[in-house]
């Protein structure tokens, strides 16, 4: 299976940030495969955001759960994230994760004016 993160390297500070994660070599509907976003701002460690199921339920970091969704657009067998009201804090680089075990090579993003 192959992750690939998509989306804006730079964003304004009160804007949405909307990434996309297209998946190849397995359906993101298979059963038990639960489909992440994470990220590392610099000089920091992992951040889980949330997660999308096999069955479409979300689950969301509770610290950006107000200002987070995941959706899915199984046609495209893709996966994206949408996180509003972005601060210069929510610089970091975002991955895409299959369970804990498959990871996209990651995207910059840069909220700055």
């Known amino acids: 299976v192959q992750l690939q993160e998509s989306g804006p390297g730079l964003v304004k500070p009160s804007q949405t940030l909307s990434l996309t994660c297209t998946v190849s070599?397995?359906?993101?509907?298979?059963?038990?495969?639960?489909w992440s976003w994470i990220r590392q701002p610099p000089g920091k460690g992992l951040e889980w955001i949330g997660r999308i199921t096999d069955t479409g339920k979300t689950e969301f970091n509770p610290s950006h759960e107000s200002r987070t969704s995941i959706t899915r657009d199984i046609s495209k067998n893709q996966i994206t994230l949408q996180l509003t009201s972005m601060t210069p804090e929510d610089t970091a680089v975002y991955y895409c994760?299959?369970?804990?075990?498959?990871w996209g090579q990651g995207t910059q993003v840069t909220v700055s004016d």
């Open positions: 070599g397995q359906s993101i509907t298979t059963t038990w495969y639960y």
């Open positions: 994760v299959l369970w804990n075990d498959y």
